[in-house]
Nanobody, 120 residues
Framework: VQLVESGGGFVQSGGSLRLSCSAS????????MGWYRQAPGEQRELVAR???????TYGDSVKARFTISRGSAENMVYLQMNSLKPEDTAVYYC???????????????WGQGTQVTVAS
């Protein structure tokens, strides 16, 4: 599975950005896709995740501001980020969870990351 992100950039506090992620390869076994972020000196953290059944999960710091969605093509996932804050500044990574067997853990695939910078 290969993941390619786009849509990062620079924005003023309170602004919006939309990230896109395109998955290719053996996408039929992807059970969930999501976004994680990592700021300098910090651990990578969950931003949002969407299961193929539609269930969504958000990190506490982005609830009510960010929305994850899947495109009409099942290989696309989007992250709409509104009311951005300087603390949202990070590299954002697209993630795909690849299902193998019911007893084995999923395999995580990652994109190369896209920088989001929010100025105060």
């Amino acid at each position: 599975v290969q993941l390619v992100e786009s849509g990062g950039g620079f924005v003023q506090s309170g602004g919006s950005l939309r990230l896109s992620c395109s998955a290719s390869g053996d996408i039929s076994r992807i059970s969930a896709m999501g976004w994680y972020r990592q700021a300098p000196g910090e651990q990578r953290e969950l931003v949002a995740r969407i299961h193929v059944a539609g269930l969504t999960t958000y990190g506490d710091s982005v609830k009510a501001r960010f929305t994850i969605s899947r495109g009409s093509a099942e290989n696309m996932v989007y992250l709409q980020m509104n009311s951005l804050k300087p603390e949202d500044t990070a590299v954002y990574y697209c993630n795909a969870e690849y299902f193998t067997t019911p007893i084995d853990p999923v395999i995580h695939y990652w994109g190369q990351g896209t920088q989001v910078t929010v100025a105060s």
